[in-house]
Structures are given as structure tokens and as C-alpha cells.
């Protein structure tokens, strides 16, 4: 196991380099500056600020002052468009909101996703199979920025159950984690269902049903452990949509969280900040997907910690 972690880590670092360098060329090409939106800015001004952040300089030598910095001191740099502000402190104030509002997408996913998909294969072909997958296919189907605008108008607006932004009071936080939670949460009822669909049809679960063994024994000792093996696998490319969602209902719900700063960022043409979100976003990414393949193994001894 320790040789699979290191060999998993030393290629996150490779991958980390590769996402900071092509992100980096991007964004310090595309048209405009970071300081565009000052319409009214004298030229002179305006060429003070680019040489203050060192943007007159060349492209590799923002790149390796840039990477130096980073490296040596874990520092991101100001922020062109909060001032006195830098990206690691940004950072460090938002993140948490994020990793709340992932929190409960997470629990909402994982609950109810493996708890209807359980229900639904214990009586395939039956009302209790079709009206949980059912509204799963509907959850598919329906993307964040149109679900999100919908329950926020439904129980926000018209029903004004739920605060319909803000980060403060649990009222708050209700519709951003359910419009984020019960997408994923269809892919998860889906893949519990025919996971344990396939287990529940081995020769192992008939034995242990003529043995006598109940039905509850037979579901939670017998089959869960490997009908949850797609819905597991499946966990780390669903840590990583909700890391990306989490843009799109930051932004409906107007949560302070990292997700709103990026889409400023991309629009404002902050350049640090650009940089850091996604280096940031890329590591968590990596670090989900390198802790489920540990899971998998834990839960398949079939398995083995192989690159």
C-alpha cells in the first residue's frame, strides 16, 4: 500500500505541474487584462499597475516567478481584483463554506441515492423499482442550473420555506445542498440498484437464504458489502462534480464560497486567482480519487494495490 500511495502521489505532482502550466498560458493569453474593467484609468496608471504585479514582463518570467513563489512558499500572490487581498488568504475564507456545502451534498448523495437504489433491487420490476429510479432518470436528466433556479423559486419564493441566499442560518443552506446532493444522488440510486441486482443473484446470497438466514442478514451481511462496489467507485468522479457544481449553485444561491470566486475570477480576468482555485480544485480531486481506490481495495480483497 505504501508503494501504490507514493507512486499515486508522485503522479499528482506531475499532474499538478501539468494543470498549473497550461492553465497558467491560458489565461495570460486570452484578450484583456485584469485591469480592463477600469474603464476610466488613465494610460499611465494603468501601465504603473501592470509593471507594479509584473505583468509587462515576458510570459516565462511571470510563469517562473510565479512557480518559485509557489512553490518555495506555498503563495498564490495578490489578487488584481481584491485589493490589499491575497489568493491564499481568499482561500483560506472561503474554502470552508464549500467544503460545508460538499459536506452535505455528500451525505444527501450517498444517503439517499444508495438507500433508494437498495430499496429498488429488492423488488425489481416492481412500483418500489420503477418510482425510485424513475425520479433518479429525472435527476439525471435535469442539470444544476435548472434545477437550482426551480426549487429556489418553488420553496424559496412562492412556498418561502428556505432563505433563498445567504450562508448563516440552516435555512440557508437547505436548497444549495439539496439542488447539489440530489443530482448525484440519481447516479448513486442507479448504481446501488444494479450492483445488488448482480450480487443478489450469486450462489453465495441462495445459499445463504437455504441456510435460513433473514432477509435483512442476507441484504446488510451478505450482498451490500459488494453491491456498493460501483456506487464507491463512482464516488471519486462524483466528489469531483460536486467540486465543480458547487460554481453553479455558489452562484444561484449567492454562497460565499470558493466556487463564486472562481467565476469572478475567470470574468475579471484575475490571473492569481484563476491559478489558484484550479490548483487547489486539482489536488482535492486527486486526493478524493487516490482515498475511494483505497476504499475499494478495503471493501475487494480481489483487489490488490496495484498502479
Known sequence: MFKFVAQ?????????????TITFFMVVNAP???????????????????????????????????????????DFGPSYKYNNRTVTE?????????????????????????????????????????APMSLAMMGISIPLFVSGPILLLVFGIWLQWFN???WNSPADKVLPAVTLGMYY??????LTRGGMLEILSQD????????????????????LR???????????????????????????FQVPGLG??????????????IMGTTILFATLISVFNLLVDLVLVWLNPRLKFES
Open 8 to 20: 499515486r502521489l508522485l503522479q499528482t505532482l506531475v499532474v499538478l505541474f501539468l494543470v498549473g
Open 32 to 74: 484583456g487584462s485584469p485591469f480592463d474593467a477600469e474603464r476610466n484609468m488613465p494610460p499611465e496608471i494603468r501601465a504603473n499597475l501592470m509593471a507594479y504585479y509584473g505583468l509587462d514582463q515576458p510570459q516565462h518570467v511571470q510563469y517562473w516567478r510565479f512557480l518559485t513563489r509557489l512553490v518555495l512558499s506555498g
Open 90 to 130: 481568499l482561500i483560506a475564507e472561503s474554502l470552508p463554506v464549500s467544503a460545508e456545502l460538499g459536506l452535505y451534498a455528500v451525505l444527501i448523495a450517498v444517503g439517499i441515492g444508495v438507500s433508494a437504489g437498495l430499496i429498488a433491487s429488492l423488488r425489481p420490476n416492481s412500483v418500489t423499482d420503477y
Open 164 to 166: 433563498v441566499s445567504g
Open 185 to 190: 444522488a440519481a447516479y448513486f440510486a442507479r
Open 204 to 223: 453465495f446470497v441462495r445459499t445463504a437464504r437455504a441456510k435460513g438466514a433473514s432477509e435483512l442478514r442476507v441484504v446488510f451481511r451478505h450482498a
Open 226 to 252: 459488494g453491491g456498493i462496489l460501483p456506487s464507491v467507485a463512482y464516488l471519486g468522479p462524483a466528489l469531483a462534480g460536486i467540486i465543480s457544481g458547487s460554481f453553479v449553485v455558489e452562484t444561484t
Open 260 to 273: 463564486r470566486y472562481f467565476v469572478n475570477a475567470a470574468f475579471n480576468r484575475d490571473y492569481t486567482m
